[in-house]
């Protein structure tokens, strides 16, 4: 759906007002999903799947944020084109197996929420192993009362040969920001001249 934010100041006071609206279109929904029914039945699907993860939750923290990031990373593939539907998404990752940063990111965020474990969505830019510096989306995560910072895709390389060593799968699984922000840098403002939200301030040593 389009979602409007309408800000309003007044003095010192700033008030977000946030509803849904159909923009320049014809009506509210996104091209992917054009019909009451399309959306519910999209809600459906991605239901399914959560269901078949989270049957093997444990019930222990560590257990239940591993296993959430061991899925994504074995079972989404990430989308080089930028060109298909849905790779930005929840839907897209969980149902067609296939997206981009921001993918894994809200679907790693969506299955902690249902396992009642604290963690947010964090974008900004990531600096590859070429030096290349790009737009980026991944996660914070609390356990035991600390902050860790979770890649799914940067644990879920693209590689030619389709083996992923271990230590690669787990490079950026936990870490603290002595680490993890040596080549990711995250920024609050998610639009341009919108509000800046502040995250939640990591651990400096790894789990």
Known sequence: MYLNIETTTLGNSITYNVYINN???NNYFIDEFTSQAQVENAISQIEQVKNQILQNRSGNVYDDIKMVHDYLVENIEYDTTVSQSNIYNVYGALVNGRAVCE???RSFKYLMDELGIPCTLVIGT???SQGQTENH???YVQLNGNWYAIDCTW???VSSTGYVSQSSKYRYFLKGSNEFLQD????GQFTE???VFSYPT????GY
């Open 126 to 128: 990531g600096t590859n």
């Open 202 to 205: 990591l651990s400096g040593q």
């Open 23 to 25: 923009g320049n279109e």
């Open 184 to 187: 990711h840098t995250p920024s």
């Open 137 to 139: 989306a991944w996660n």
């Open 193 to 195: 001249g919108g509000k």
């Open 103 to 105: 993918g894994y990111a």
């Open 155 to 157: 644990d879920d390389p």
